[in-house]
C-alpha cells in the first residue's frame, strides 16, 4: 500500500475530498493510488502541508514500522502529548547505549512507541535468521522464540542474556542493571573461562 492511500484511510478522507481540496478530479486520486500516475510534484509540498507528514512517504510502498510512524505522527497532532518524564533504556543499533525515552501523558503514544520498537526488533530478529540460507543455528532461533513464549518473566533468562551481552561484547561494560548483576557476570564468567569459551 502506498503512503497516501495509507493516510486517507488513516484520517477517513475520501479520494473526493481531497480531490477538492486540490482543485482536481477523483479520477486524478485514483491514479495516485492505483500507482498508473505519479503524484505530481506541486501537490507533494501541499499534501505535506495538509497532513504534516514528509512527502516523500505519499508515492512510496509503506512497510510495518513506517505506518506505525505515521499513525504515532497522527496521534501526537490530535492528543498533544506532554512529555512527564524519560526513562532510561538500552538502545541497540548502531550505538549500543541507554539513551533516555520520552514518557508521556498519553498512554496511546507511549502504546504505539512499543509497538515501533517490538517491529524493529522483530524485522531485526528475520534479518539474523536470514543472514545465511541454511542457518546452522536455526534450534538456537527456536530455543530463543521458546524460551521468550515460556519464560520471558523469569530473572535468570535475563541475567544470562545480559552476561551473555558483556561476555561477548556486544553490551558495553558501563552498562549493567545492578550491582547483583556483576556478581552474577563474574561466577558465570568463571565458568565460561574454566570451559575455553
Known amino acids: 500500500m502506498i503512503g497516501l492511500e495509507f493516510i486517507l484511510g ?11 481540496y486540490l482543485g482536481i478530479k477523483k479520477q486524478n486520486i485514483n491514479m495516485w493510488v492505483k500507482r498508473r500516475q505519479n503524484i505530481p510534484k506541486k501537490y507533494l509540498p501541499v499534501l505535506e502541508e495538509l497532513f504534516g507528514i514528509d512527502r516523500e512517504v505519499f508515492s ?17 497532532n ?26 508521556y501523558d498519553k498512554e496511546e503514544i507511549n502504546t504505539i512507541e512499543r509497538d515501533i520498537e517490538k517491529a524493529k526488533l522483530g524485522t531485526r530478529f528475520k534479518e539474523a535468521m536470514d543472514i545465511v540460507d541454511n542457518n546452522p543455528y536455526m534450534n538456537t532461533f527456536k530455543l530463543m522464540v521458546e524460551l521468550m513464549e515460556k519464560a520471558q518473566h523469569e530473572s535468570i533468562l535475563h541475567k544470562s542474556i545480559e ?22 557476570e563474574s561466577e558465570i564468567f568463571e565458568v565460561f573461562d574454566d570451559h575455553n569459551y
Open 60 to 76: 512510496k510502498e509503506l512497510d510495518e514500522i513506517e505506518k506505525l510512524e505515521i499513525q504515532k505522527e497522527k496521534l501526537k
Open 10 to 20: 488513516l484520517y477517513s478522507m475520501q479520494h473526493v475530498e481531497l480531490a477538492e
Open 163 to 184: 552476561a551473555l551481552s558483556h561476555y561477548l561484547e556486544v553490551l558495553p561494560g558501563s552498562i549493567n542493571s545492578d550491582e547483583e548483576q556483576e556478581e552474577f
Open 78 to 103: 490530535d492528543l498533544k502529548p506532554v512529555i512527564t518524564k524519560h526513562e532510561k533504556r538500552y538502545k541497540s543499533g548502531e550505538i549500543n547505549d541507554v539513551v533516555d525515552i520520552p514518557i
